[in-house]
C-alpha cells in the first residue's frame, strides 16, 4: 500500500477510535491528578473534550461491565474462602509460619529459569495466536456473562468462551463488509496474507466509514468497536505471518483498544513483541492475557497452562538478555518488614556480585510468577523483587520514582525552561535506553501493584513528547498507541478511583489528539503534570 493510501487509512481509523472511545467529559471540571491533594493542581487547564452520545454510551458500557466482572468474582472468591476458611485455617498459620522462617533464615531465591525452547513457544503460537476465528459474533460475548461456562476439549483451545446471547439478536453486519471480510478469511486459509492484509484493510476502511452494521443510526458503539477489533486482530495475524511484526504492532495496540477484555488480543501483542525482542513487554501481554481468560471465565485450565508457558518463556529472555541488571525474586507471606529488605540485599549482594552498584527492592507492588499464579486463590504467591545494577545512575531513578506522589519522571535541571534539541536528545536516550527498559521488565510481573493507575503509562508518554520534538513521527505514534492500549487495560487490573478514572478520560482524549495531529493552545495533560512534580 502505498503512503497516501496509509495516511487515508490511518485517518480514518483515528475518526472511528475519537466516535467509538472517547467517553463525554465534563468540560467545567478541572483534570484530576492523583496527588493527596485536591488543590495541588488549582490552575490546571479544564479538559475540553465532548463526544456525543456515541462516546458516553460506550464508556458507560465498558465501566459498568467491568464492575460487574469484578463484582461476580469477588463473590465468587468470598465463597469459596468462607467454604476453606474453616477446615484450612490451621495449616495456613502452619505454611506461613514455615514462608517466614524460610525468609528470616535462608531467604531462599528464584531457582535458574529453566530454558524454554523455542518450538514450545511457536506450538503455543499456532494454538492461541494463529487461530482464524471466521465468525465476528464472538467479539459480541459479554465477558461478565462468560463466567462459569464449561469449555472443553479443542473447541476451548482455538475459540473463545461461547457467548449465551442469543445469536439471532447478535447485530447484523454490513453486507458490503460481510463479503469483504468473507474474501480476506479465505486468501488468509489459503496462505495469501499480503492479499489477506489488502482485503482486511479495505474492510477497515468500510468500517470506519460508516459500513460496519445494517442499520448503522441504530448501532451502539459497543458493536461498531467489537467489529473493528476483530479486523484490527486480523490484521496482527496476517502481518505475524509475512514476518513484518513492526507493521502488526500499531494494529495489536489498537485490537486492544476497542477491546481490552478478550485475552487473545493481549496474547497477539505478545507474540508481536516477541517478534521484535521485546521481551519484558511480551511477558507483560502475556501475563495480561492469562488474568483476563480467568476474569472473563475462561475455565480450560490447559489454555491458561500454555499461556502461563509463554509467559514464563518471555520473562527467561528478558532475564537472559539483559546486561545492565540482575534480578532475584524472594517469596514471602506476611508484610515485608524493613529488616527484611536488608536480609534480601545481603542474599542478593552474595548471589549477584557483579550488580551491587546499586541495588533496588521493589516494595511499592508484589509480583507474581507464571509458575506459581493462581489468579482463583487470592491473594496467590507473591514475591520481592531485587534488582541489582552494574552503574549506579542506571538504578537511581527506580527510588525517585517510588517516592513521588504523580506517576512521572524527570531529571530535567530547568524546567520551565524549553529543551534544546541536545537536551532533548540526551533526555530522550536516558528515558528510551534506561528508564522504560526497567521498567517494563518490573511491570512483566506485576499485575498492578501499589503504583498510581497511570505509572508505567505517563513515562510512555513523556517519551512520545520527546520523540515528537525530534520530529521522529511514526515511533511517536506507536509509543502513544502502546499507551492508549495499556490505559484501555488498566480499569479490568485494579480498582480505580474517581480521580483516576477521570485522569484516565483526559489521558486517552490527549493521546487520540497527538495521534490526529490536532494542535492546542493548552498543553497535554502529562506535560501540565510533569510541571507540576518538578
Not at 465477558?143 to 462459569?148: A, D, E, S, Y
Request: glycine share 4%; charged share 25%.
Amino acid at each position: 500500500m502505498d503512503s497516501g493510501k496509509s495516511r487515508s487509512l490511518e485517518t480514518t481509523v483515528k475518526r472511528v477510535y475519537r466516535d467509538l472511545l472517547l467517553p463525554k467529559i465534563n468540560t467545567s471540571k478541572k483534570m484530576s491528578t492523583l496527588t493527596n491533594s485536591p488543590s495541588s493542581l488549582e490552575g490546571t487547564p479544564g479538559i475540553k473534550k465532548n463526544s456525543g452520545e456515541m462516546q458516553a454510551e460506550a464508556s458507560a458500557e465498558r465501566v459498568k461491565l467491568t464492575k460487574s466482572i469484578k463484582d461476580k468474582q469477588n463473590n465468587e472468591l468470598e465463597k469459596v474462602a468462607l467454604k476453606r476458611k474453616a477446615d484450612s485455617e490451621e495449616k495456613l498459620v502452619g505454611k506461613k509460619e514455615a514462608k517466614i522462617m524460610e525468609l528470616d533464615n535462608q531467604l531462599v531465591t528464584t531457582v535458574p529459569l529453566p530454558h524454554i525452547p523455542l518450538k514450545n513457544i511457536m506450538d503455543v503460537e499456532m494454538k492461541l495466536v494463529y487461530v482464524d476465528e471466521e465468525d465476528v459474533s464472538y467479539e459480541f460475548a459479554q465477558p461478565n456473562m462468560c463466567l462459569g461456562l464449561q469449555a472443553t476439549g479443542q473447541t476451548a483451545t482455538t475459540m473463545p468462551p461461547a457467548s449465551p446471547r442469543d445469536l439471532t439478536t447478535l447485530p447484523q453486519i454490513d453486507k458490503w463488509l460481510q463479503v469483504a471480510l468473507k474474501d480476506a478469511s479465505s486468501c488468509y486459509r489459503q496462505k495469501k496474507y499480503a492479499v489477506a492484509a489488502g482485503q482486511f484493510r479495505t474492510a477497515l476502511e468500510l468500517c470506519s466509514k460508516g459500513a460496519a452494521l445494517g442499520k448503522p443510526f441504530e448501532a451502539h458503539a459497543e458493536d461498531i468497536a467489537s467489529i473493528a477489533s476483530f479486523i484490527e486482530t486480523k490484521l496482527v495475524t496476517c502481518y505475524l505471518r509475512m514476518r513484518k511484526p513492526d507493521l502488526a504492532l500499531n494494529h495489536a495496540h489498537r485490537s486492544i483498544v476497542l477491546n481490552p477484555a478478550y485475552f487473545r488480543n493481549h496474547l497477539r501483542q505478545a507474540a508481536v513483541f516477541r517478534c521484535l525482542e521485546r521481551y519484558s513487554e511480551a511477558a507483560r501481554s502475556a501475563m495480561i492475557a492469562d488474568y483476563m481468560f480467568w476474569l472473563c471465565g475462561g475455565s480450560e485450565h490447559s489454555v491458561s497452562k500454555l499461556i502461563k508457558l509463554y509467559w514464563q518463556a518471555m520473562i527467561e529472555e528478558a532475564i537472559t538478555r539483559a546486561e545492565a541488571f540482575s534480578v532475584m525474586y524472594t517469596p514471602f507471606a506476611t508484610r515485608i518488614k524493613p529488616e527484611n529488605t536488608e536480609k534480601v540485599k545481603e542474599v542478593f549482594m552474595r548471589t549477584h556480585p557483579a550488580y551491587v552498584d546499586c541495588i533496588y527492592t521493589d516494595t511499592q507492588g508484589l509480583h507474581v510468577l507464571p509458575q506459581t499464579a493462581d489468579w482463583s486463590c487470592f491473594p496467590p504467591q507473591q514475591y520481592l523483587l531485587t534488582l541489582g545494577f552494574k552503574n549506579k545512575e542506571d538504578g537511581k531513578f527506580l527510588e525517585k520514582v517510588s517516592s513521588r506522589k504523580l506517576p512521572t519522571y524527570t531529571e530535567h535541571k530547568t524546567p520551565f525552561s524549553p529543551l534544546t534539541r541536545e537536551d532533548t536528545v540526551r533526555h530522550m536516550e536516558t528515558v528510551g535506553k534506561r528508564i522504560l527498559p526497567i521498567l517494563d521488565f518490573i511491570r512483566s510481573t506485576q499485575l498492578n501493584g501499589n503504583f498510581h493507575a497511570c505509572s508505567g503509562v505517563m513515562e510512555k508518554l513523556h517519551y512520545a513528547s520527546l520523540l515528537s520534538r525530534l520530529q521522529r513521527v511514526k515511533e511517536q505514534a506507536q509509543v502513544i498507541n502502546q499507551a492508549m492500549a495499556e490505559l484501555a487495560t488498566v480499569p479490568y487490573l485494579q480498582d480505580i478511583s474517581q480521580q483516576e478514572a477521570e485522569l484516565l478520560q483526559s489521558l486517552m482524549a490527549d493521546a487520540m489528539d497527538t495521534l490526529e495531529g490536532r494542535k492546542s493552545d493548552k498543553e497535554r495533560v502529562w506535560n501540565t503534570i510533569q510541571k507540576v512534580q518538578r
